[in-house]
């Protein structure tokens, strides 16, 4: 009798074994598969904005010398074109870019002559910072005044934040950001009405600035995802069994709602790393919003590809990150997924 269960404890471990590798081949299959497809459509979007900026109907040259206070000869123009590369085909230019890309080299400004890389490397940390504040504080926001508000659905606590948030989401964010700065700048004279560098006291207003726009909107997004899950029927089970109300939400229910909220949370990060243009450029937050602001006016291409190319690989890789993440927690996704890959 023992030797029989013995070979049923060996049999499981077998199994579970085989399993688990099976599981593991499949997420690395499935990983290298959703990698493979983003590959095009990476190049595709390199190609589109490349096109659409050499299509733009301005000449960058011309653009470069409007302000030089004085008439410069078409020889001038047309030297300045060779030396930029602008003279050649459309196609070599391109693929001449791409190839520079792919080791590093985006190419020098038209308007400093810096590099491109450099250039814009050296405005990403002020970006991440304000990025990371940002998510920090809609977090803290967000998600318990969201489960707060469907916890207490049909109460006065439920209507107040469902009007707090209507209100939030109303205000343009500029409009907030001049707020901000009249309570805690002009009045109170807390913080800096201009950002002096990367520190925190400069980050506060832009970061709180964002983060009330997006908890305003998330909160109502995780209300309606919690409040849906309050209403199934394992939570009635639950409670019939006697399992306490927080052991449920905690345990069950928001880790239902995660999928939500890992959405919410990637669109996010990708806008905020993309910059924010308008906020940036109010409070002079130097980072790669108002970087391509800047870019814009000038002209400066190289500067404005290396701004496309950013935010396309932030949002291909946000968006990859988000479905290994459904992947991992929804066990119908994942089944779904190995299904498809037999």
Known sequence: ???????????????????????????????????????????????????????????????????????????????????????????????????????????????????????????????????????????????PLGVLSAVRHGRVTDYVLRFLSFVGNSMPNFFVALLLMEILSIRLGWLPVISAGISVKSVVMPALTLAIAMSAKYMRQVRAAVLDELNRDYVDGARARGVKGSVILLGSVLRSSMLAIITLLALSIGSLLGGTAIIESIFMWDGVGKFAVDAITMRDYPLIQAYVVWMAIIYVVVNLVADLLYYALDPRIRLSQEAGIE
């Open 1 to 143: 009798m023992s030797d029989f269960a013995g070979m049923r404890f060996a049999k499981r471990i077998e199994v579970g074994t085989a399993s688990i590798y099976f599981n593991g081949f499949h997420m690395k299959k499935y990983v290298l598969q959703r990698f493979l497809q983003l590959i095009p459509v990476l190049i595709g979007i390199t190609f589109l904005s490349f096109a659409m900026l050499r299509l733009a109907g301005s000449d960058v040259v011309e653009e470069l010398y409007a302000n030089a206070g004085s008439a410069v000869s078409q020889d001038i123009l047309d030297a300045r074109r060779v030396e930029l590369g602008l003279d050649r085909p459309f196609l070599v230019q391109y693929f001449s870019w791409l190839a520079g890309m792919l080791r590093g080299d985006m190419g020098t400004s038209y308007v400093s002559g810096k590099d491109v890389f450099g250039t814009f490397a050296s405005k990403l940390p002020a970006t991440l910072f304000l990025t990371a504040v940002s998510i920090l504080l809609t977090i803290v926001i967000s998600i």
